[in-house]
């Protein structure tokens, strides 16, 4: 009874290490750090037109930035280290960070460096704050412990690797493992995230009675487009709305499931697709259905990689 007790738990512990440390997964990174970081610096670049909201001239006075936070959100760090006259020159600084990140040409102390002014300019206005920026610096930050750049990167072109590379075989190993991890971290972070959401929702009344996407849709502030002719038709929002719960709260069970996975995937691109046409929150769509792809197969992501490469004559990097 004992040894087979033991026997237990050492096939536990190994299953849990292959699944922890042995994952490189360089080319689902390599892909979403391009697609993260391309629309972290699209969200910037558009930032920069209203950068004195973030400034000496903000809305928010300094000493109160972080007190506007609701208390379950408000951080206990200051994170905005710079003067408020220095904004400007800082937020230049973090467009070309996340530009550099997004070809490749970065490193883990850049990237966690950009994570830093990325969460400085968040926490100075937090008026200004997007869901897509949210969720964009949470996966920043995991992405600064992964080997991202080592696959659809500048770098490679312009930095080839030299064949007498004197690194030694177990600092590979130990970077992979580390990358292994935060990769894991961020597939388990996005399905807490949906479940959390999807339990959060049934907490509302209009959750429960179907009349949640209807309170949005038929919102002019909301909806570009409007949509009050699906009055007429009151079952589309009922269905629209429970499904949305059981998408978010099932989403960890079918990322689990090698199944009904892909199906779960293309539901899920769908559903934001919607969400970003129709409320006009694209950058936000963007930023989520990017984390599928840490649920693809790596053979998937180059296939299609390659085919894009071949298909618009892309140098292949």
Known sequence: MQARIKKNVGDVRSALDQFLFEKSAQEQLG????????????????????IDFLGVESMIPRDAALNIFPDFYRPYIQWF?????????VHLLLITLLG???????????????????????????????GADTIGGLFLFYLSFTNCTSYFSLKNVLFKKNKNDCS???DVNHNISISSVFFRLMQIQLCIIYMYTGFEKL????????TALWTVFA?????????????????????????????EV???VMMIN?????????????????????????????VMTSTYILFLQADTVSSTVNYLVGRFKIAKI
Do not use: E
Request: net charge positive.
């Open 203 to 210: 907490k509302g009344t209009t959750w429960w009675d179907g």
């Open 100 to 130: 550099l990140a997004a070809l490749g040409l970065t490193s883990r102390p850049l990237m966690l460096l950009t994570w830093i002014i990325h969460q400085g300019v968040l926490n100075r206005n937090y008026s200004m704050l997007f």
């Open 31 to 50: 892909v979403y750090r391009f697609i993260l970081c391309a629309t972290l610096f699209y969200i910037a670049c558009f930032r920069q037109m209203n």
């Open 81 to 89: 280290f710079w003067p408020d006259a220095w904004v400007a020159y």
């Open 168 to 170: 030694s075989k177990s």
């Open 258 to 286: 090698k199944n009904y996975r892909k199906y779960w995937l293309i539901a899920g691109v769908m559903f934001h697709l919607g969400i970003g046409i129709l409320l006009d929150l694209m950058t936000f769509s963007v």
């Open 250 to 252: 099932y989403f960890p």
């Open 219 to 247: 919102n002019p502030q909301f909806s570009q487009f409007d949509l009050k002719f699906l009055s007429r038709v009151p079952v589309f929002f009922a269905v629209g709305t429970f499904l949305s719960i059981l998408f």
